[in-house]
């Protein structure tokens, strides 16, 4: 992961580099701003190769964006790119279509060799997550996608599937070589090309993708509800919308089962209020992670890390 942020460069040179170096060398697109704006400008990003995408993560203070057609000349892409907005909002014009705004918590999609203009609608600015994927590197292969200009997405059922998605990418992307990127860049690639109609859900690549979906939503669903003692597969299933046979299925691809993921799940987070709250009572955090009991969670964990809560406490106190 390669992560830069405009501290590395003088104040009064921050956003002609921001600017030259990564708008127009990096990203292949024009920025602007007000020269009187420009001494407080502020920017940082985050670029991962992740399976035959790249995922960025930038943050900046506001300016305009355009991808020209000399833009597009001058660096052309062939990719798909599904935006995530994580903070205030955006404002979009795709020239060759409808201007639209992107509020926090969205999702937008379109193909890099369009042209198009954006900003942020507020004034703090850009904060989204865009995941870059080649045409080559998806296993559909339709000449639509090459007319797909910017566009927000409009099926709010496939928003916390994207989420779920989105985040476990993100953390995939911090582990060098992780072999769970591929299959998730694949599957927002797909459900961006659903929402859009040029993959049939109920096609092979539309089911794989809201299968890969599904399993990322059921594991965040299952993190949410962690102290929920009677937390059961009829729970998830219902907020995940599927049937219980569906979760279970789900789950038999996956590395875990639907219920060792969920003690997985319940270790770990025991593990880290551990380390978050040295005083707490092991029997409060036994019980804030939804174990039925102490002794279960004692011969739990000891099966799994082969010593004692208490151990672990000490250790993670000691710094060992």
């Known amino acids: 992961m390669y992560r830069w942020c405009t501290d ?9 580099y921001w600017r030259e170096v990564r708008a127009k060398g990096l990203f292949g697109v024009t920025a602007e701003l007000e020269r009187e704006q420009r ?28 991808r020209s057609p000399s833009d597009i000349n001058n660096a052309p892409s062939d990719s798909i790119c599904v935006y995530q907005q994580l903070g205030g909002g955006g404002w979009f014009c795709g020239m060759r279509s409808s201007d639209f705004a992107i509020a926090n918590g969205s999702f937008a999609t379109s193909h890099t060799d369009l042209p198009y203009r954006t900003r942020p609608l507020g004034v703090s600015g850009f904060h989204l997550r865009i995941l870059k994927i080649p045409v080559s ?13 910017p566009k927000t997405f409009n ?5 916390p599937l994207l989420d779920a998605c989105f985040a476990d990418l993100g953390e995939a992307a911090a582990i060098e070589g992780s072999a769970d990127a591929a299959p998730l860049v694949q599957a927002l690639g ?10 049939r859900p109920g096609s092979r690549r539309g089911q794989a993708a809201l299968r890969t979906a599904r399993l990322s939503l059921a594991r965040r669903l299952i993190a949410r509800h962690l102290q929920d003692r009677d937390l059961a597969p009829s729970r998830v299933a219902d907020l995940l919308g599927v049937s219980v046979r569906h ?13 060792q993921t969920v003690t997985e799940e319940r270790l770990k987070r025991s593990r880290q209020l551990m380390r978050e709250a040295p005083d707490r009572l092991i029997a409060d955090i036994a019980a804030a992670c939804g174990f039925e009991s102490l002794a279960t969670y004692y011969r739990v964990f000891n099966a799994a890390y082969g010593m004692a809560p208490g151990d672990f406490r000490a250790r993670a106190a000691g710094g060992r």
């Open 8 to 16: 590395e460069v003088e104040p009064q040179d921050r956003f002609d």
């Open 39 to 66: 001494t407080g400008f502020y920017g940082e990003f985050s670029l991962s190769q992740v399976g035959p995408g790249g995922l960025v993560e930038l943050k900046a203070s506001s300016y305009a964006v355009e």
């Open 137 to 149: 590197g998806l296993a559909t292969q339709d000449r639509r996608m090459r007319e797909l200009a």
């Open 155 to 159: 099926d709010a059922t496939l928003a």
């Open 190 to 199: 797909h459900l961006a090309l659903i929402e859009r109609g040029i993959v």
């Open 247 to 259: 979760l279970h299925m789900l789950f038999e691809v996956a590395e875990r089962s639907f219920w």
